[in-house]
């Protein structure tokens, strides 16, 4: 059985990068990826049929049914950029270690710029997303053991540089569990 410190959750804004760098990082550390929203895409439809006949807070059900499956399979997890703002996910998220992804406004509307995101449609998505981040980001900072900005560069560099930060942490946890050994 996969121990809860195996989990690496990677939280941040909507469109910060969260599921291309969570596969590549898994991929190269050989450990399963979890992607919270596809998740519930796959068992229930499409998020913004969800949000359209059932509402947000039907969806926050889904969405938190999904972060516990993620969770306990361990590896990479990405959650969807509201996801924390509950309450027991954000008391499951002290069990793991937990990387913010961040992105500039101006980056992410290129990312956004024809999204079909529930929270983003109608005028003017790009101040929609701002005041979503700025609403978010003390819970997501108040997470986050490490944080890495997506902005600029590659998206492969943040990739080596989570890969690089995950090699460190466990060898640090594999020395501290032979210190107790």
């Known amino acids: 059985m996969t121990s809860h410190s195996e989990a690496v959750v990677l939280i941040g804004p909507m469109g910060a990068g969260k599921t291309s760098i969570g596969r590549k990082a898994a991929r190269a550390l050989g450990v399963p990826f979890f992607d919270t929203d596809a998740a519930v895409v796959r068992d229930h439809g499409p998020i913004e049929r969800i949000f359209a006949e059932h509402g947000e807070q039907h969806f926050r059900a889904l969405e938190r049914a999904a972060v516990t499956a993620g969770l306990a399979a361990g590896g990479i997890v990405s959650l969807g950029g ?100």
Do not use: C, K
């Open 82 to 181: 509201g996801a924390v703002m509950d309450p027991d996910t954000r008391a499951d998220l002290a069990e793991h270690r937990v990387v913010l992804l961040t992105v500039t406004p101006r980056v992410v509307a290129g990312r956004v710029r024809d999204s079909n995101r529930p929270l983003l449609v109608g005028d003017d998505a790009i101040a929609r997303w701002t005041a979503i981040y700025e609403q978010r980001r003390p819970v997501y900072e108040d997470l986050a053991d490490v944080t890495f900005d997506t902005s600029s560069g590659p998206l492969q560099d943040v990739v080596d540089a989570l890969v690089a930060w995950v090699r460190r942490e466990r060898s640090g946890e594999h020395q501290r569990q032979e210190d107790h050994a």
